[in-house]
């Protein structure tokens, strides 16, 4: 399967090479062109099964091109475990000297990395427009993928390996709305046979068979169904739906463990799929929601919800796909080989069986297909990426459990329960030896009832469930997503093409020590330790050009200072397109984020907010080429910008950038001229931009103001502080400022130790007076007391002058003020609430009376003198 990708479905992953797999537009050895093309419209010839009276069907050996050759075609499932170990035993037994395997065509110089050490699946191949690489296309692989065995097989033995689908330089031309509908072929195989789920007629009968004596037979009926499919129309009445071929002639051998998905939900190798909610048998994977005005109703959904079978349809992209095959098989017969290999999608296996033919016909199908530069690498892949149902996913509902059936032969239900148990355990769930015999004896009988000789994955998650889980679905959860699914992550050596920024990332990453891996982890990192300086720098620069390897969050370790950093690593296998799309920008991470940031900022209409951020994220990934640009630029914004709130908004990252440069022992001299210059625009504009605000722009501008203040009570310079503390007096000196803004700039003063208690308790007399209305008079207290509980706890006379107001306001004024009252008293934690509700309680809202002094009982003194001496004589 591949997935393919265009600007409108996202970014994806790879880097991807200049050189070694690009293809141009597939000219060089393209089968299609080898004796040119003959006009006219197509015909019948391939659409469809090929004859297959012949010598045999699916498997069967036939003379082709040369009296001596022999072709075999192997039809299998994608991505499944049984088809893999089949297809392994069967090329055993065959001997091949050469394999053809559905993948794109221009990818065959990639081959011989399968054979390299650090060559760990699952990956993928990955094709991408130079120009454009967000039109992407990926053939994912894992270790219980057929196709891969066919490889290893090649590697292993020495036989020469080849794609043969359509080449990504047709691919990724393809327009994607030009496939027709596809429906599920085993849908009516399944009904025939007595089954209501086609995914588990082709597990019990074709997935879990040992050897290869299922392939011919699967091919005879697939060639049915597309006789069928060719030579009926689809009609809309369900009458003219057949069962297709009796599967009772199907062998029936004692099944694998395992529940093997449909072939449409197991992506295939080697098929760029558009946005199509069904899928067929040759295995395709979906890669976004289908397109407005379709359907997103699986096709085996509408046979279950209707009770009829679906009408089979191949398309025409289909038939060109099979075309192409054919032209490549005569191709490499041609060339020599005597005993060939073909490896493909069930689905087309009656389409490639049996004589090809005359190539004329399969040239008129291919003539005029659109063609594009391309360039293609192999790049790692995930588990959950194969799992995924859209996007770059593969569809494969349980990669995990493929794994574990493919690499454990041996009592592979009793060794997947432990690795369960290991599971539940690490959660410190309780899990023990007795639990794992008691699921496996529960998987065993469940398997018993149902008729099936080994358990699969649903008696097993049953089993879990029950047994293991008490019922509970959050633990099921966890064994899901970290075994049936998984996280592994494959890898690629380190020749493969790719990009000249991918390769410096790859180089950085190792000598930094920063593993890419699937699950997420959380990394400290100490600013004064120069190794982590440079892995911020690095993760810092991914994050400019799009690539969130990293995320910064917050850590364990609490702390307050700029010397530490938290980030949660996770890689995703779209970073590899990402990468590519960055490459535009340069050769190097540091030179790449440089030319991007200094784009950004030099586009029209960017803010002084905007720029100041920038220029702290240059700060932080270490951009001393973009630096002086940015302030620059950030200069001449902001001598040109009048609006005081925009300033405002960037003189708290202008600070953090100032502190970041001290710990980074950055030259700061200019930026901090910058900020200067700063402070006095926004000192000189803010008292007249207080004025005529109404409620919302007036709680914004707090929001600023305070933000403001943290940054310049955080830079700790004497002159920016006293500046800023003088523009606040003229605030709260005002009349004609609103409450929310006049309250907040009288506890900043407070604070600041600018004006005293008793200056703020006649401000609050003032601001609560009767010439004010209730609601001013609430805005004015919630902007003196948001955020701050702890001071009514402490200051009873502020306490009881808020009580008393509150008291005196009339039924209708109280209500008026209730939910601007409930907000500032709902912002206090709920420790600081109840405290204020037990200072009300002890002692009302009242003042508080003196304490005179205690009367002296001389009495009492004396016997406490008494017993001390006592105490102090018996010591000595």
Known sequence: ??????????????????????????????????????????????????????????????????????????????????????????????????????????????????????MTPPVALLAYVPDSPARAAFWPFAVFSPEWQAMRYGVDHAVPVRFCDLPATNVLAADDNSRGDRTDPLAALASAAGYDDAERWWDAVVESVPDSAAFDAITEAMAALRDDAIHHAPAADPDHATPGPDPAALPSVAPLPGDATSLDEAAQPGEATQPDPSTEHGGTAQTSPPPPGSSSVPSEDISAATGFIAPLVVDQHTLRREAYMRQVMRQVLKDGAKRLAVVCGAWHAPALTGPL?????????????????????????????????SGYGAGVTSPGWYHHLFTETERPVARWLTKVAGVLRSHDLPVSSAHIIEAVRLSDTLAALRGRPLAGLSEVTEAVRSVMCGGDETMLRLVVDELVVGETLGGVPDDTPTVPLAAD???????????????????????????????????????LLGIDWGTPTVGEVRNTGTFRETWTLRWEPEFEVRIVEAAVWGTTLRTAAEAKILDTASRDGVSVAELADALEMALLADLGGATDGLITRLEAAAALDHDVTHLLGALPGLTRTLRYGDVRGTDTKALAHVADGLLVRICAGLPGAVTGLDTDAAEALRVQIDAAHTAISTRDDDHATTEWLATLQRIADRDDVHGAIGGRAVRLLCDAERIDDADSARRLA????????????????????????????????????????????TEDQFVATLPLLRRTFGSFESGERRAIGQALRDTGSAPAAPVGATAVDPVRGQLALRAATAILGAAG
């Open 357 to 389: 033919g005359p190539a004329a016909p399969d040239m008129r199908l291919l003539k005029g297909l659109p063609k594009t530069k391309a360039a293609l690498t192999w790049v790692p892949w995930t588990h959950s990426r194969l799992a995924a149902g």
């Open 766 to 809: 003032a601001a609560l007076s009767v010439g004010n209305t209730p609601a001013a008079k609430a805005a004015w207290i919630d902007g003196f007391l948001g955020g701050r509980g702890l001071l009514l706890v402490h200051d009873r006379e502020l306490l009881r002058r808020i009580d008393e107001w509150l008291r005196e306001l």
């Open 1 to 118: 399967m591949s997935e393919q990708i265009d600007g409108a479905t996202g970014a994806a992953s790879a880097p991807a090479g200049n050189a070694g797999a690009g293809a141009d537009a597939g000219e060089a050895n393209d089968p299609a062109t080898d004796t040119g093309v003959v006009n006219g419209p197509a015909t019948d010839a391939g659409a469809g099964s090929r004859a297959r009276g012949d010598v045999g069907i699916g498997a069967s050996a036939r003379a082709d091109a040369s009296a001596d050759a022999v072709t075999r075609v192997f039809g299998i499932r994608h991505h499944g475990p049984g088809s893999a170990r089949s297809l392994r035993q069967a090329l055993e037994e065959f001997g091949p000297d050469a394999i053809l395997i559905e993948g794109p065509a221009d990818a065959d110089p990639l081959v011989g990395f399968v054979a390299a050490d650090t």
């Open 505 to 543: 990332l790859r180089a950085r990453s190792k000598t930094l020590r920063l593993k890419q891996e699937a699950l997420a982890r959380t990394v400290d990192l100490d600013l004064r330790k120069e190794r982590d300086v440079e892995r911020s720098h690095l993760l810092h620069r991914l994050r």
